[in-house]
């Protein structure tokens, strides 16, 4: 583990429990109350975040969600990215990777372990990307708009990787720093979209310092009306986040009936 993690994290965990308890009001709201006893005691224990992304599935990150405000959520996304231990690695090396704001900006650092005989990038999660993306084999998946070296390491060999949004599509991961290129691409995105797929859209974290132009309300304001929802945000690289979206629990249902 990197030197200072466990202190960081020890941090980041008080901050999550004191700013949970914060924003809950027992006497109205006795699921949150329940949920924030929930957290306590499973971080404290650790001295970390570490359980606050295990016991939440899609549905209690959903919920959380939509009880804090889209900053809040998105700090508490970042604390657990960072500091989670079961996303921190031992295994370090340089990586050239470029940010979204400086193309031939040089990482360190970078976590990396061996995967089915080659190298998986694993960003700030111990999980390999591909897992993490929701890709399983034989998928379709798109990838679009990355910036330069952004790859999805160590796929299923039965994976078929385009770099055209043709459906239908199982995955697609979309990058994009304005939010006019969202907007002029969602009609493709989603018509490529298979019923049972899943879009994320990338932009670039501010938590990192980078400048973005798109946040993460904006693309709920964009993408819902689809028939989407929302339902995690995640930390792709150091430089970017992803917001995952599906179609409603009515229309994967029906299988053909999803569309823009």
């Given at each position: 583990?990197?030197?200072g ?6 941090r980041s ?19 949150n109350?329940?949920?924030v ?16 992304v ?20 998105t700090?508490?996304q ?11 690695s ?34 700030y ?44 599509l199982?995955a ?16 493709v995105l ?8 899943s ?23 964009i ?5 989407l ?32």
């Amino acid at each position: 583990m990197p030197a200072g993690a466990t202190a960081v994290g020890n941090r980041s965990a008080r901050f999550l429990v004191n700013l949970v308890g914060t924003r809950v009001d027992p006497a109205k709201d006795q699921a949150n109350n329940a949920w924030v006893r929930t957290a306590s005691e499973a971080m404290e224990p650790h001295g970390t975040g570490a359980r606050y992304v295990n016991f939440l599935g899609d549905e209690g990150e959903a919920s959380v969600r939509s009880a804090y405000q889209a900053d809040t959520y998105t700090r508490l996304q970042d604390l657990k990215a960072r500091y989670d231990p079961t996303n921190l690695s031992t295994s370090t090396r340089t990586s050239s990777r470029p940010s979204p704001t400086s193309p031939t900006a040089a990482h360190s650092a970078q976590t990396c372990v061996r995967y089915r005989g080659g190298p998986v990038m694993f960003g700030y999660s111990g999980t390999p990307l591909w897992r993490k993306l929701g890709v399983k084999p034989s998928h379709t998946v798109a990838v679009l708009g990355q910036p330069t070296g952004w790859v999805i390491e160590g796929l299923p060999e039965d994976v078929v990787l385009r770099s055209r949004a043709q459906g239908p599509l199982e995955a697609i991961v979309a990058f994009f720093d304005r939010r006019s290129e969202v907007e002029r691409r969602r009609p493709v995105l989603v018509r490529a979209l298979h019923w049972d797929g899943s879009i994320w859209i990338a932009w670039p974290r501010k938590a990192t310092g980078h400048v973005s132009h798109i946040s993460e309300n904006d693309l709920r304001a964009i993408i819902l009306p689809t028939g989407l929802v929302d339902t995690k945000v995640a930390a792709l690289d150091e430089d970017w986040s992803g917001l995952k979206f599906v179609w409603r629990k009515e229309r994967r249902s029906r299988p053909g009936s999803a569309s823009d």
